[in-house]
């Protein structure tokens, strides 16, 4: 069975079963999603996650009396009558274009709804459902609409497989990003500076230093000339881009100053094009490759902000390269090539490529473009380039940017829903926008093909899916404390000080854990916070000028000589082992 026609199926027989329960209630929609379903209602009283199995009880009931699913064409001014008590069920009649609209009926619960849907109840296992969390979520999600309360469930074919997700589910909310960071005092939000604007704590800004310090160095050795710009810019600037035209959703009310709108940047490419423009170039300078840890700040609505995933500010590890045609197909090869090393020294290593390709029978997003086979063109090096690297990838029409087809690298969160971690996109709108040319061999003016190249995607989101892809356990090059000195009773102190003299010469990275608490507690901690190496310091490594190591996740090692273990340590650090 199509599990998306269960589970949307599942959400019809939930607001039945709503309709039992809460009359009165107002019904929004109720679709099947990745891994389950939802409905939104408008109650005439609060919901609480305790009232889930009193909801799920009433869902089985209803199962079992094996109700059947029916569909019905009627006229728009019949469903006006039938959902005359329904004000958001009548909205979405209003949007319909069709003279006649379908409706379901399941029992005695109506819906306004395409379907497809089963034929009957009993093809559904009442013990393979639950019902996972209640949220609130805007009327269409729009913050401008009243907040309705959205129920979620997941279904599957059998109680085994449920039980297999609802495990997963469990052990995947162990490590979200947003329970390991405050857990790890990594980062923090507050509703006072604003929501959806993360605030970096001391251990968490060092590992993202890190990781942009290596970013800043692979970048450089491969010839990437780093900027620093503006946060903000004239409204001229966002209309030649085009984002106020493909964006203006998505970005934050312009700021007046002087009579003039300014707006919190979006993007950092017209800031780059600007730079490229601040000087003749000829065909020897390309390519020109401009790159920029620029933060940039978009308007997310509230009910998708995520942790560091959906922020409305962040940082991106963001790039232009300025080229040829001739020059395009080895930056493609090359941005490729780095990427692969990038996330070989990170370990990450479950993503796949997606060739993004444009739909030009989408007018609203690819309608001003003027010259296709170009397009097609730059489509044919990106699919070459792939091929000639025997990288597999699908493709995925529609998902170009508005001004260039791309190479999208996917992956998949704890919770297996797919994310964009990087991109390259090839942009044949911008040159001619921004007026952007080159002087060829013979001396004429030639347009530069750009391509937008983010390797890490945004600094943000890519802590977030390490932190993830970890379980918090960061390699030792990454963690803000290496190795934690344990001394067993105070007189060991001073030789926990001897050592630690020495880490600090070989530039590791330690604590000294000299409170007043057992050892067994110190121990607990160190493996909490994810310490790769505690350091247990008593009479036998002191006599021995040796330490007792333990591992994290591999518990204690036994005793190695302290010079020893600093060598291993380095080399460790040292090749990202």
């Known amino acids: 069975m199509d599990l998306n026609i269960l589970r949307h199926s599942l959400s019809h027989i939930m607001a039945h079963a709503i309709q039992d329960l809460y009359p009165g209630t107002k019904f929004g929609i109720g679709p099947a999603i990745e891994n389950g379903f939802y409905y939104d209602f408008e109650f005439n009283q609060s919901l609480k996650p305790e009232d889930l199995p009193k909801i799920e009880k009433r869902i089985k009931e209803i199962i079992k009396k094996d109700i059947v699913f029916e569909k019905k064409e009627i006229t728009k001014k019949e ?33 306004l709804c395409k379907g497809p849907h089963i034929k009957s109840s009993k093809q559904i296992n009442p013990e393979s459902f639950k019902l996972t969390k209640i949220a609130g979520a805007y009327w269409k999600g729009s913050e401008k609409n009243k907040m309705l309360t959205r129920i979620y469930g997941t279904a599957f074919d059998s109680k085994k497989d449920l039980e297999t997700y609802l495990k997963m589910l469990e052990e995947a909310q162990k490590n979200d990003h947003r329970v390991l960071g405050e857990k790890l005092d990594l980062f923090m939000f507050d509703e006072k500076i604003g929501k959806g604007l993360p605030l970096w704590l001391p251990n968490g800004y060092f590992v993202r230093k890190m990781i942009e310090d290596y970013m800043y160095k692979t970048e450089k050795e491969n010839g990437y000339l780093h900027v620093l710009t503006p946060i903000l810019a004239k409204e001229d600037l966002y209309k030649i881009s085009g984002h106020l035209s493909h964006y203006k959703n998505e970005m934050y009310a312009p700021i007046e100053i002087e009579n003039e709108k300014y707006y919190l940047r979006p993007m950092n490419c017209p800031h780059h ?42 940082t991106q590890n963001d790039s232009h390269i300025y080229g040829t045609k001739e020059t395009l197909k080895k930056e493609i090869s090359s941005i490729l090539k780095i990427f692969k090393k990038v996330y070989k020294d990170f370990k990450i290593s479950d993503y796949w490529f997606r060739l993004s390709l444009p739909d030009f029978k989408n007018k609203e997003k690819y309608g001003d473009i003027e010259n296709k086979e170009i397009w097609e063109e730059g489509s044919e090096v990106l699919k070459n380039v792939l091929k000639e690297l025997k990288i597999n990838f699908t493709e995925a029409i529609g998902e170009a940017s508005f001004y260039g087809p791309k190479i999208d690298i996917q992956t998949k969160d704890i919770y297996g829903k797919e994310d964009t971690i990087a991109t390259i996109q090839v942009d044949y709108y911008s040159a001619p926008k921004f007026n952007l040319y080159y002087i060829d061999k013979d001396g004429s003016k030639k347009p530069p093909v750009i391509i937008h190249r983010a390797i890490l995607g945004s600094f943000d989101r890519f802590f977030a899916l390490l932190l993830e892809k970890t379980a918090g356990n960061l390699p030792l090059w990454l963690s803000p404390i290496q190795v934690s000195i344990i001394p067993i009773t105070s007189k060991h102190v001073k030789y926990a000080k001897e050592i630690a003299e020495q880490l600090k010469e070989n530039n590791i990275r330690f604590e000294i854990k000299n409170e007043n608490e057992s050892i067994s507690k110190k121990i607990r901690i160190g493996e909490t916070q994810r310490i790769p190496y505690l350091l247990i310091i008593g009479d036998k490594e002191k006599k021995a000028k040796s330490v007792a190591v333990r591992k994290r996740g591999k518990g ?10 600093i060598e291993k340590v380095k080399i460790e650090s040292d090749q990202k082992s």
């Open 79 to 111: 469903a006006k009558e039938l959902f005359k008590e329904q004000q958001y069920k009548l909205e979405l009649i209003q949007e319909i274009t069709e003279e006649t609209v379908s409706v379901y009926t399941s029992g005695n619960f109506k819906d």
């Open 273 to 314: 094009h600007s730079i490229y423009s601040h000087r003749l170039r000829s065909y020897k300078d390309l390519p020109i490759r401009i790159a920029e840890f620029g933060t940039v700040y978009r308007y997310e609505k509230s009910g998708v902000l995520s942790g560091l995933i959906r922020v409305r500010g962040f």
């Open 556 to 565: 204690d090692i036994g005793m190695v000589k302290l010079n020893k273990f």
